[in-house]
């Protein structure tokens, strides 16, 4: 059973403030997987924030956190890793790591996904 558990959320940060969310994955070759992440805020759609390759050499994120988040794995823990940095508090939303075959930005190119962990930043 592939499990995919989001952690370091929950709390409220202020906006210029930084947050380090994870993602432990298990049941899964992991190494076999992109790892992406997702967000989705109040009465908005799910987006796409970043995605990194299965061995973690190529890495991709939105327009709206480049250059704040920095997205990073480590195949021998199995986790994945979204450091924010310079949080916003359009960045407000319950934020999703996901695992599919290919590094895609489209929802629908993964399979697995975590239950998701709540970001919450204050003006």
């Known amino acids: 059973q592939v499990q995919l558990v989001e952690s370091g959320g929950g709390g409220l940060v202020q906006a210029g403030g930084s947050l380090r969310l994870s993602c432990a994955a298990s049941g899964l070759t992991f190494g076999r997987y992109a790892m992406g992440w997702f967000r989705q805020a109040p009465a908005k759609e799910r987006e796409f924030v970043a995605v990194?390759?299965?061995?973690?050499?190529?890495?991709y994120y939105a327009d709206s956190v480049r250059g704040r988040f920095t997205i990073s794995r480590d195949n021998a823990k199995n986790t994945v890793t979204l450091q924010m940095n310079s949080l916003k508090p359009e960045d407000t939303a319950v934020y999703y790591c996901?695992?599919?075959?290919?590094?895609?930005?489209?929802?629908?190119?993964?399979?697995?996904w975590g239950q998701g962990t709540q970001v919450t930043v204050s003006s």
């Open positions: 996901a695992a599919g075959l290919d590094a895609l930005v489209t929802m629908n190119a993964y399979d697995y």
């Open positions: 990194i390759t299965r061995s973690g050499s190529g890495t």
